[in-house]
């Protein structure tokens, strides 16, 4: 049993919405951001559970995959530095707001893509 792209884009879209509405609501960005990453790691959850085999292969240690790990880390550092020094944002709940964020969203990918083992 697995999810269509389609149904997952849908609750992807959802996420945003939530997000958006959260922000709306609250009146804070970092409120709109965290209601944002609950429902996208929420999806994710689903979307990996629904899969066959969601954690087949999704740890892999060769060079190319560790060098993408150290990318999606790059990744998360300069987007919290970005949320700290331009936007003023505190530096303990950016640096666990762009965590969440990169590491659900690589966390997925990894277990979603298809590994193409040479």
Same mark, same amino acid.
């Given at each position: 049993?697995?999810? @269509?792209?389609?149904?997952? @884009?849908? =609750?992807?879209?959802?996420?945003?919405?939530?997000?958006? $509405?959260?922000?709306?609501?609250?009146?804070?960005? =970092? #409120?709109?951001?965290?209601?944002?990453?609950? %429902?996208?790691?929420? #999806?994710?959850?689903?979307?990996?559970?629904? *899969?066959?085999?969601?954690? *087949?292969?999704?740890?892999?240690?060769?060079?190319? !995959?560790?060098?993408?790990?150290?990318?999606?880390?790059?990744?998360?550092?300069? @987007?919290?530095?970005?949320? $700290?020094? @331009?936007?003023?944002?505190?530096?303990?709940?950016?640096?666990? !707001? =762009?965590? %969440?964020?990169?590491? !659900?969203?690589?966390? !997925?990918?990894?277990? =979603? *893509?298809?590994?193409?083992?040479?």
């Amino acid at each position: 049993m697995s999810l @269509s792209m389609r149904t997952v @884009s849908r =609750m992807f879209g959802l996420s945003g919405i939530v997000g958006l $509405v959260a922000w709306w609501l609250d009146g804070t960005l =970092m #409120t709109g951001m965290l209601a944002l990453i609950a %429902a996208c790691a929420v #999806t994710a959850i689903v979307w990996a559970v629904a *899969e066959s085999s969601p954690f *087949e292969g999704a740890i892999d240690m060769r060079a190319g !995959t560790l060098l993408g790990h150290l990318g999606a880390f790059l990744v998360g550092m300069v @987007s919290t530095l970005w949320m $700290v020094n @331009s936007l003023g944002f505190p530096l303990a709940e950016s640096a666990l !707001t =762009m965590l %969440a964020t990169v590491g !659900t969203g690589y966390a !997925t990918y990894l277990w =979603m *893509e298809p590994n193409v083992k040479v």
